[in-house]
């Protein structure tokens, strides 16, 4: 790619040169080291930031997934013969590759996502992390020797499922990419990433990185294209060995299902409607600053958004106001301006969920205390098109209000009062999700016991948002199951070999058992 300095501002001909820069020959599926045309349906990719139309491409359908399929089936098999310390090697290449590309991937995936350029940057450094640290796991993948009646040496070893299937979402394309291919590709799997289909560039071209920087063809492929064409036929296939789901409920069931139907394990990653709580001993100013990025970076579209702020009474009234004067002040607008804190939605479809919830929220009587226009800058701009919600604060949003249990998925939170540890405790777990949360408190005994008792994946005490990949992510719920970092994923993608050698093969008689 050619781009070496950030374009100044987004418009829909920034986006659409950003990409011919990153893909001369058209966007595609990558395939066996290359990119591969689709012979089907044309998806066409909207500018969030303008709501206008730069490319499209074609879907590569269900003939393009065995395509797909025969490219990971040789590349496992390619990637299998390499041991563990000529794996780590190169994928250890791979996060150096990663590294030195981390601008040129930023702005892909600000221009054609419309992510604000400092959270791409952020994110495509944390790509290149991602892939260092599970370089660090690859020659140490060991298995057990395990004591047993008798005469036996036994033992286990860690087998990779062959081809590993990851299906990711639009909000965080870059970053989920990273996320889904660096444990299984360090475990010994070939990956076929399935991006959103409104924002596959920067997958395909972090897969172009992988291979330019040493990983065999066919180990790191991608289809970009349709969920229920190339999506569907990805995770019912026989060749695949696992699939790893990253989206909304609705979907993660049918394809749970679907896989399971085919034989296949899927691990979910999904939503989130995680509680905020925030008591009067906190130190509120950082609580209030906790609490806006919580729930107002990356525009509200993280599945561990604080999208519920309850916060204790004696403080309550004087908290969201707090929050509502600091959510006034961030910088809303072009994704590509180096100031910019909160990028428009990313598309279209969500843009109406998210104004639709918010009258949902409006009409069970939540009172809005920020968030309605849209800056003069944006109005009269190129980008009055685009898909903007400026930061929303709602109060009053009872636990009967839609917003309570509704992930929304956009810059808006509902605000609540409540009087004791057990209301706000209840309250968190008021959700069917079990994702994220955090409390705000300056009692440590009370920090804990909330922690314990919050029924989520992650939990913060004064602070929010931050994870690792050296850390388990994952929920409970409908927030998914299976975790999806830390050193136990390598586990998740990998199963046990037992293996038994009689020591004293008189001594060690055939039993009779039937299992
Ligand atoms: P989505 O469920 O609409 O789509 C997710 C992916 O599934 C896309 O790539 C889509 O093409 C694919 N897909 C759709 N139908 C399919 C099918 N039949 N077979 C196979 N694949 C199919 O989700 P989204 O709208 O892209 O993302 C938003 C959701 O993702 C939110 O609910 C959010 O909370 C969740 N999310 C969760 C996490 C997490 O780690 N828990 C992270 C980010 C986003």
């Not at 359908?61 to 990971?72: K, P």
């Not at 972090?206 to 990805?234: C, D, K, M, S």
């Not at 314990?452 to 929010?464: C, Q, S």
């Not at 998914?480 to 050698?501: I, M, N």
Request: proline share 5%.
């Amino acid at each position: 790619m050619t781009i070496t300095t950030a374009p100044t501002a987004s418009s829909t001909a920034t986006a659409r040169a950003v990409l011919d820069a990153a893909f001369p020959t058209g966007l595609g599926a990558f395939v066996s080291g290359r990119i591969v045309p689709g012979g089907g349906e044309t998806i066409t990719l909207t500018a969030a930031a303008t709501g206008e139309a730069f490319a499209s491409y074609a879907d590569p359908g269900a003939e393009g997934a065995d395509a797909l399929l025969q490219s990971a089936t040789a590349g496992a098999a390619a990637w299998g013969r390499l041991n563990g310390f000529e794996r780590a090697a190169i994928l250890r290449n791979v996060s150096r590759a990663v590294e030195q590309h981390t601008e040129e991937l930023a702005i892909l995936e600000s221009a054609t996502t419309g992510k604000p350029i400092r959270d791409a940057r952020a994110e495509a450094a944390k790509v290149a992390e991602m892939f260092g640290y599970y370089s660090g796991w690859a020659d140490k993948l060991t298995g057990q020797t395990i004591p047993v009646p008798g005469n036996w040496h036994t033992y286990t070893e860690r087998v990779p499922w062959g081809v590993v299937v990851a299906i990711t979402p639009w909000n965080a394309p870059l970053f989920t990419a990273g996320w889904n291919s660096a444990a299984p590709l360090a475990a010994g799997n070939a990956v076929i990433i399935k991006p959103s289909e409104f924002t596959p560039a920067s997958s395909v071209r972090l897969a172009q990185i992988a291979y330019e920087a040493g990983l065999p063809a066919g180990v790191f492929n991608v289809a970009a294209g349709l969920g229920q064409t190339v999506g569907a036929a990805l995770t019912t296939d026989p060749r695949v060995g696992k699939v790893s789901f990253i989206g909304s409920v609705p979907t993660g069931r049918r394809v749970a299902v679907a896989a399971a139907q085919a034989g296949i394990p899927a691990l979910l990653e999904l939503g989130g409607k995680s509680a905020n709580i925030v008591f009067a001993d906190a130190d509120l100013d950082r609580a209030a600053d906790g609490a806006i990025s919580a729930i107002f970076s990356g525009a509200g579209q993280s599945c561990v958004a604080g999208s519920r702020l309850l916060v204790q009474r004696s403080v309550h009234a004087e908290f969201v106001e707090m929050v509502a004067a600091k959510a006034a002040l961030l910088r809303v607008g072009d994704p590509l301006d180096t100031e910019t804190e909160v990028g428009p939605i990313i598309t279209a479809r969500q843009f109406a969920t998210v104004t639709g919830l918010i009258d949902a929220g409006l009409d069970d009587g939540g009172r809005r205390l920020t968030g309605a226009d849209l800056p003069e800058a944006l109005r009269g701009s190129a980008l009055r098109g685009g898909h903007w919600v400026m930061p929303t604060l709602l109060d009053g949003v009872t636990a009967e209000n839609r917003l309570e249990t509704t992930e929304v998925f956009g810059p808006v939170v509902g605000a609540d009062a409540f009087d004791t540890e057990a209301e706000a405790v209840a309250r968190a777990n008021n959700t069917s999700f079990g994702l994220a949360g955090a409390v705000w408190t300056s009692d440590v005994s009370r920090a804990h016991h909330v922690a314990r008792e919050v029924k989520a994946g992650t939990f913060w005490i004064n602070a929010y948002k931050t994870i690792h990949v050296a850390v388990p992510f994952g929920g409970f719920g409908d927030s998914g199951h299976g975790r999806s970092s830390g050193p136990g994923v390598l586990d998740e993608y990998t199963q046990a070999k037992a293996v038994w050698v009689p020591t004293r093969a008189a001594d060690s008689p055939f039993p009779s058992l039937s299992y």
